[in-house]
T-cell receptor, first 114, second 111 residues
Framework: GAGVSQSPSNKVTEKGKDVELRCDPISGHTALYWYRQSLGQGLEFLIYFQGNSAPDKSGLPSDRFSAERTGGSVSTLTIQRTQQEDSAVYLC????????????FGNGTRLTVT | EDKVVQSPLSLVVHEGDTVTLNCSYEVTNFRSLLWYKQEKKAPTFLFMLTSSGIEKKSGRLSSILDKKELFSILNITATQTGDSAVYLCASGGTSYGKLTFGQGTILTVHP
């Protein structure tokens, strides 16, 4: 596809369950980013990947959050033992060259923890 | 800690009006400032600014960066109802991938 693809678009889960969110970046983009947007808030950085380098995980809010990127393409963000405060829209973005190219965002996954 | 502040937080205008959205930033080792438009879902890229004083223009939208005063403005002339959206400003510094976003300006354009 032409854009960043995320799935699922919506996810409702019970508190304490684990969830996996998927991101398929634009073909050829070397950098991949995860952001979180809570209701009425700006975007909060979570993690980014650049090629084969170690990811910058400095934005992950707790050790319940982890992400991986397989084969330099698809990425999965995993939240273990979900809490109600994890409810947000999780946005993935990719860029052609890290730091010098603009980020292109997917439509996000709206996560609701009940 | 890097910081981006946008003003106003919300703005209501009528079609045909011109609006100016403001963004101030404090970013270590500044590299770029970006503007995005967010309607229902994905923020869509508008402009990326790296040099001071050079206006970027796309149709009725334009933006400029002042690296001395640490701010940027986004202008929209002859506004249309389709311009109604949240406009996000973001800045990147030392860590290339980590953009710091402002809280956004909610623009509502009435017919």
């Amino acid at each position: 596809g032409a854009g960043v693809s995320q799935s699922p678009s919506n996810k409702v889960t019970e508190k304490g369950k684990d969830v996996e969110l998927r991101c398929d970046p634009i073909s050829g983009h070397t950098a991949l980013y995860w952001y979180r947007q809570s209701l009425g808030q700006g975007l909060e950085f979570l993690i980014y990947f650049q090629g084969n380098s170690a990811p910058d995980k400095s934005g992950l809010p707790s050790d319940r959050f982890s992400a991986e990127r397989t084969g330099g393409s698809v990425s999965t963000l995993t939240i273990q033992r979900t809490q109600q405060e994890d409810s947000a829209v999780y946005l993935c973005a990719s860029s052609l060259i890290q730091g010098t190219s603009p980020l292109h965002f997917g439509n996000g996954t709206r996560l609701t923890v009940t | 800690e890097d910081k981006v502040v946008q003003s106003p937080l919300s703005l209501v205008v009528h079609e045909g009006d011109t609006v100016t959205l403001n963004c101030s930033y404090e970013v270590t080792n500044f590299r770029s400032l970006l503007w995005y438009k967010q309607e229902k879902k994905a923020p869509t890229f508008l402009f990326m600014l790296t040099s001071s004083g050079i206006e970027k223009k796309s149709g009725r939208l334009s933006s400029i960066l002042d690296k001395k005063e640490l701010f940027s403005i986004l202008n929209i002339t002859a506004t249309q109802t389709g311009d109604s959206a949240v406009y996000l400003c973001a800045s990147g510094g030392t860590s290339y991938g980590k953009l710091t976003f402002g809280q956004g300006t909610i623009l509502t354009v009435h017919p």
